[in-house]
């Protein structure tokens, strides 16, 4: 399985970023589907997951900003995060999960500056 992340970049402090997450393979082969994040200096933390039944869980600290999503057509996962905030800078990575093993895609830099 490979998991190719897009859409990182700069933004100011109260703007938007679209992060893609597409698979090699079908998302019905997987359980779930998570961006996780890891701030310089910082351990990598989970920001979002969904599983194949639709439900979703937050992080605190992004709940009410960040909205993840699926596309089974195209085979991709999405973070929509909104109202930037400067501790929200990060290489955010997408992850999925089958029966028999966990995935990880590359990582795409999002740093939320003025």
């Known amino acids: 399985v490979q998991l190719q992340a897009s859409g990182g970049g700069l933004v100011q402090p109260g703007g938007s970023l679209r992060l893609s997450c597409a698979t090699s393979?079908?998302?019905?082969?997987?359980?779930?589907l998570a961006w996780y994040r890891q701030a310089p200096g910082k351990q990598r933390e989970l920001v979002a997951v969904?599983?194949?039944?639709?439900?979703?869980n937050y992080a605190d600290s992004v709940k009410g900003r960040f909205t993840i999503s699926r596309d089974t057509a195209k085979n991709t996962a999405g973070l929509q995060m909104n109202n930037l905030k400067p501790e929200d800078t990060a290489v955010y990575y997408c992850?999925?999960?089958?029966?028999?093993?966990?995935?990880w895609g590359q990582g795409t830099l999002v740093t939320v500056s003025s």
């Open positions: 393979t079908s998302i019905f082969s997987f359980t779930s």
């Open positions: 992850k999925v999960d089958s029966t028999l093993s966990t995935y």
């Open positions: 969904i599983s194949t039944g639709g439900t979703s």
